[in-house]
């Protein structure tokens, strides 16, 4: 089975600050991993996703993630954030073996950049 | 750009009734899923499904729920006697491929707000 953690329920961070969000798995199988950003009133859209190779993952938006496989950890990474990065991210992972779809979600984070 | 569609966008259903969430995967996708959110929590697996047949399901699928491809596009999801805790906000997502393929990511839906009264 698997479970993944994401330790901080609300991040609220001033515009141009870096943020780190934070995200810890934890399975029996070996895993893909993903980040997901939720816009207010909108469906899950993919950020980014980590299969396999260099463990820094770069996605849209200018977010990045670095797998750590030892501290079993996927970290949401931002140099400087905008306000319209505001919203609630998702830290998700898949076994392997199977869908991607088959995806386990992280009670996600909401991120509030203020001016 | 293709994408996942959900219908209706919310609806308002009493307890004991039926409902049918319905979605429109992305045309050459194969593999489709449901998940739901209730309001505060994480987005849970309900269920899988692929080549006409449930290929996987969670502790929350249970038999109050059933999903049905009727015809070429549409996917659906049926609560036969609705609870209040079936309020939620039910996403459909699809996927082209599964396993190893690099490109099979899950798109989603903007999702279907059921309230149940």
């Known amino acids: 089975a698997q479970s993944v953690t994401q330790l901080d329920s609300q991040v609220p961070v001033f515009e141009e600050a870096p943020v780190e969000l934070r995200c810890n798995y934890s399975s029996s199988v070996s895993v893909y991993l993903f980040w997901y950003v939720q816009y207010p009133n909108q469906g899950l859209q993919l950020l980014l996703k980590?299969?396999?190779?260099?463990?820094l993952v770069k996605g849209i938006n200018g977010f990045e993630a670095e797998f750590n496989k030892s501290q079993t950890s996927f970290h949401l990474r931002k140099p400087s954030v905008h306000i319209s990065d505001t919203a609630e991210y998702f830290c998700?992972?898949?076994?392997?073996?199977?869908?991607?779809?088959?995806?386990?979600f992280g009670k996600g984070t909401k991120l509030s950049v203020k001016p | 750009e293709p994408e996942v569609t959900q219908t209706p966008s919310h609806q308002v259903t009493q307890m004991g009734q039926e409902v049918i969430l319905r979605c429109v995967p992305i045309?050459?996708?194969?593999?489709f899923y449901w998940y739901r959110q209730i309001l505060g929590q994480k987005v849970e697996f309900l269920v899988s499904?692929?080549?006409?047949?449930?290929?996987?399901k969670s502790e929350i699928f249970d038999d109050q729920f059933s999903v049905e491809r009727p015809d070429g596009s549409n996917f659906t999801l049926k609560i036969r006697s609705t609870k209040l805790e079936d309020s939620a906000m039910y996403f459909c997502?699809?996927?082209?491929?599964?396993?190893?393929?690099?490109?099979?990511?899950?798109?989603f839906g903007q999702g279907t707000r059921l309230t149940v009264v």
């Open positions: 997502a699809s996927s082209a491929l599964s396993g190893a393929a690099r490109n099979t990511e899950a798109f």
């Open positions: 045309s050459n996708h194969l593999y």
């Open positions: 499904f692929y080549n006409n047949e449930i290929s996987e």
């Open positions: 998700a992972v898949s076994p392997i073996w199977g869908s991607q779809g088959n995806l386990i």
């Open positions: 980590y299969l396999s190779g260099s463990t």
